[in-house]
């Protein structure tokens, strides 16, 4: 994932750092998907030198908690649900590109593959995005 992304970490000067990851049950390249959008979204959302930190820990019920954490813009309370939905988009296509359609594809892939996704952030102290996916046999 990371390294599909590896020209704009380049460009932008990023640090993308990660703990050990967890084997999950799932589509390889929609769970891929998932992680470059989210990462390439921390990349593209932050004014300063983009640092992304991604992280993994066990629930104990079958499930792994994940967080990509960010030093990005950030995004406002009231805003929280609707950046999810299909098309919407923050920011004018002048300042971000994109379609509008990152987020609602990881929460669709995240859906589809029984997790939940959602976003902790405040304008200005960039953003975590946590979604949980079914752990693998082999991590029960």
């Given at each position: 994932t990371v390294s599909n992304?590896?020209?704009v970490i380049q460009k932008r000067g990023a640090r993308v750092t990660h703990g050990e990851l967890p084997a999950v049950t799932g589509n390889a390249p929609?769970?891929?998907?998932l992680l470059q959008n989210l990462i390439g979204n921390s990349i593209k959302y932050c004014e300063a030198?983009?640092?992304?930190?991604v992280t993994?820990?066990?629930?104990?019920?079958?499930?792994w908690r994940f967080a990509v954490k960010d030093n990005g813009i950030g995004i406002s309370q009231e805003h929280h649900r609707e950046i999810f939905e299909?098309?919407?988009?923050?920011?004018?296509?002048g300042k971000y590109e994109g379609t509008g359609l990152g987020?609602?594809?990881?929460?669709?892939?995240v859906e589809r593959h029984g997790g939940t996704i959602s976003v902790e952030s405040q304008?200005?102290?960039?953003?975590?995005?946590?979604?949980?996916?079914?752990?693998?046999?082999?991590?029960?």
């Open positions: 992304l590896q020209q929609q769970l891929a998907q030198q983009p640092t992304v930190e993994a820990s066990a629930d104990g019920e079958g499930m299909p098309f919407k988009r923050l920011h004018g296509r987020l609602a594809t990881c929460k669709k892939i304008p200005g102290r960039g953003s975590t995005f946590r979604f949980t996916l079914v752990a693998s046999e082999a991590n029960l």
